[in-house]
Nanobody, 120 residues
Framework: QVQLAQSGGGLVQPGGSLRLSCAAS????????MGWYRQAPGKQRESVAS???????NYAESVKGRFTISRDNAKDTVYLQMNSLKPEDTAVYYC??????????????WGQGTQVTVSS
């Protein structure tokens, strides 16, 4: 079982930046898909950014040009760089990774969630 540990959330002023990290608990042989989702109070969870292996990243219209999803294979870590943050970006952010671990087992795991608050 691959567990994902998130970090990097917090309070930031409008226009500021944050980078969220999502680190796997064990070596990942191959990532099939990875994504970041968010859920604001009273709203459904929505996809923010995602990549399926071999395809270009997909971004929600509301974050295009401001957010970037990436990964560091050497660190088995997925990132979400968030720039020009707006109050409406305030939410709990979750990472999701599906793939094959170094031991050959397939997995699809979620991070524990991290709060991002954009406020002056």
């Amino acid at each position: 079982q691959v567990q994902l540990a998130q970090s990097g959330g917090g309070l930031v002023q409008p226009g500021g930046s944050l980078r969220l990290s999502c680190a796997a608990s064990r070596s990942i042989f191959r990532i099939y898909s990875m994504g970041w989702y968010r859920q604001a109070p009273g709203k459904q969870r929505e996809s923010v950014a995602s990549i399926v292996s071999g395809s270009s990243p997909n971004y929600a219209e509301s974050v295009k040009g401001r957010f970037t999803i990436s990964r560091d294979n050497a660190k088995d870590t997925v990132y979400l760089q968030m720039n020009s943050l707006k109050p409406e970006d305030t939410a709990v952010y979750y990472c999701n990774v599906g793939g094959r671990a170094g031991n050959g087992a397939e997995f699809n795991s979620w991070g524990q969630g991290t709060q991002v608050t954009v406020s002056s």
